[in-house]
């Protein structure tokens, strides 16, 4: 089968190595174009700079987008899936943005549109949604998908060190880019909580319509007071049915220490369903990556060559329904001077709110002119 591979940078190399050196051999895939800029020289006889020659190719089956990015990754998707091609791609941004239009294209074409890359890496927990949806409803999804702010807060919690120190390490080694936003402010789980959604419970959410609060505000001394209260502060990403329809958020939680989550350190991803015959399933492992995020494209491949008719679900476009959601929530520094009200007045050491509505919580911080404070939802068990 022909592969036309879109960017060769993290995963497009990791691709490329995999597929010439492991599976290339058995001439089952084969890597016939290499989409590069213009401006690189081309190193390999494969490269292309020109999107037409891979188009223009009708021996071209799949197209492995690995570019990154809104445009022109989503043009080239579009146009790969209107020729009729197969589209593999692990651009959880561009995915999330662009979903209904591509999934439809896909469905008309009667051609696979897969990301297992896409959400949590190397670990394959799209595919054991689809495997759980076989048999069983699943009522939620809950877990932590970004590896760089597990690692920043694993190390601040092991080390007690502040939030700055522990980024600029993780960009050092390459964990963090070096524009953060997109992992510290909640926006790449907020994706990936999109692209979940659609797998577990074929409900497409805009990405805008889910809350997503990241761990830029989050101080030592926060992490300080859940350690001492029995709790770890992890950024969690979660979905749900609820009695209306479908509920998603992106928050930062004090997650009690008898959670698993609690206990995934250093770079790793975890993510739990509930369904109904299986109970929680958890997927632990290597949420990015080179190697990990490569494996999971070409499985996305091999998938696709196994099954190439397979039809794509169909999805419905949904509201992000939290009017029943209710928790407490820790707050943190000055901005959450203003909100004293809300404070549960049996935790008088930090700023806990009683059971409140989300909304009237997102009400309150879409008020503040400002800065954000640092906002947790803080695990609520039978310990009180
Ligand atoms: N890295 C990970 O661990 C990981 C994990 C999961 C998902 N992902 C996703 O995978 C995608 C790729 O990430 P990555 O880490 O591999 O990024 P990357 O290392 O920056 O690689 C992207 C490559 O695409 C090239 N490119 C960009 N625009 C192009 C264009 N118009 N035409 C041809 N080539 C173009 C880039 O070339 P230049 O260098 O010249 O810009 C670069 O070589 C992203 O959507 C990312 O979110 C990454």
């Not at 959880?92 to 897969?114: F, H, S």
């Not at 206990?263 to 290597?286: E, M, P, W």
């Not at 070409?298 to 196994?306: F, G, N, P, R, S």
């Not at 419905?316 to 009200?341: F, H």
């Amino acid at each position: 089968m022909k592969i036309a591979l879109l960017g060769i940078g993290t995963v497009g190399g990791g691709v490329r190595q995999i597929i010439d050196q492991a599976l290339g051999m058995t001439g089952r895939l084969q890597i016939s174009h290499i989409l590069i800029r213009p401006e690189h020289d081309k190193t390999d006889p494969r490269m292309t700079d020109d999107y037409a020659d891979i188009l223009g190719d009708p021996e071209v089956e799949v197209v492995v987008e690995a570019i990154g990015g809104l445009e022109p990754a989503h043009t080239y998707v579009r146009q790969a899936l209107e020729s009729g091609r197969h589209v593999v791609s692990s651009n959880k941004k561009m995915l999330a943005a662009y979903y209904p239009e591509l999934l439809a294209i896909a469905r008309q074409k009667n051609v696979r549109l897969l990301y297992e890359g896409s959400c949590g890496g190397g670990i394959p927990w799209l595919a054991a949604l689809a495997r759980l949806k076989r048999i069983d409803h699943i009522q939620s999804f809950q877990g932590i998908l970004n590896g760089t702010t597990n690692y920043i807060l694993s190390n601040m919690t092991e080390k007690g060190r502040d939030f700055a120190e522990m980024l600029s390490q993780a960009q050092e080694l390459g964990y963090a880019e070096a524009d953060p936003t997109d992992d510290i402010d909640g926006l790449d789980v907020r994706s990936k909580v999109c692209l979940s959604a659609v797998q577990a419970f074929d409900a497409y959410l805009k990405p805008e319509s889910i809350p997503a609060y990241g761990i830029r505000h989050v101080t030592a001394q926060d992490i300080a007071w859940a350690g001492a209260h029995g709790y770890t502060i992890k950024l969690v990403g979660s979905g749900y049915r609820t009695e209306q329809g479908i509920c998603a958020q992106v928050m930062p939680m004090l997650v009690s220490d008898r959670n698993l989550l609690a206990h995934v350190g250093a770079n790793l991803n975890a993510v739990s369903a509930s369904s109904d015959t299986l109970g929680v399933s958890t997927y632990i492992g290597q949420g990015a990556g080179r190697n990990p995020t490569a494996h999971a494209v070409v499985q996305d491949i091999l998938e696709i060559a196994e099954q190439p008719q397979l039809p794509m679900n169909e999805v419905q476009t949904a509201e992000n329904d939290l009017s029943g959601v209710q928790g407490v929530y820790y707050l943190s520094g000055r901005p959450a001077e203003t909100l004293r009200d809300l404070q549960n007045p049996d935790i008088p050491d930090a700023l806990v709110t009683r059971k409140m509505p989300l909304a009237e919580l997102l009400e309150r911080l879409s008020k503040l002119d400002s800065q954000l404070p640092f906002v947790a939802q803080l695990e609520e068990t039978d310990k009180g």
